[in-house]
């Protein structure tokens, strides 16, 4: 008995130890996030402190994105249609929030005089790409066509 109080009394520790480096791991991300964003809306001409309310935020990273904000409606739209249990439904808001996600971040890139490599750096490292954005020598030039 004494053996499997020993063996459970390790493993809740390493459960505590796995947990610890997870929120740890996700404070600093989220963190270097809001650093990014408000760099990225200091950039833009908007006020810094806009990064730190939720949901509005997105509504401003859209505007910064030069694209209608209309959009983040659309891709909440979607995300609650989601929960609709038919594999068509279900299917289909998936795509359409995945095209919106990746419309928002080439639009994003653009207004930054950045190409479709960027765009893919922001899909796939979505952070460091932002922190380059924020913190690197990039340039806002609004919206760009094409």
Do not use: D
């Not at 509005?56 to 979607?78: H, Q, R, T």
């Not at 439904?89 to 928002?104: E, P």
């Not at 930054?112 to 490599?117: L, T, Y």
């Not at 932002?130 to 094409?146: C, F």
Request: aromatic share 14%; proline share 1%; hydrophobic share 50%.
């Amino acid at each position: 008995m004494n053996n499997l109080q020993t063996s459970l009394n390790e493993f809740y520790t390493l459960i505590r130890v796995y947990l610890g480096v997870v929120v740890t791991i996700t404070l600093v991300v989220c963190i270097l996030q809001i650093v990014a964003m408000w760099r990225i809306f200091t950039k833009a001409g908007e006020k810094g402190w806009k990064s730190l309310i939720p949901i509005y935020n997105m509504f401003i990273y859209y505007k910064v994105s030069g694209i209608s904000p209309w959009f983040l409606v659309l891709a909440f739209g979607l995300s609650i249609l989601s929960v609709i249990e038919n594999k068509v439904v279900i299917a289909t808001t998936l795509i359409g929030t995945f095209i919106i996600v990746i419309y928002q971040n080439h639009s994003l890139a653009k207004s930054f005089g950045k190409g479709f490599g960027y765009t893919l750096g922001l899909l796939f490292l979505n952070t460091i790409f932002l922190l380059i954005l924020g913190l690197g020598s990039a340039q806002y030039v609004g919206k760009k066509e094409n």
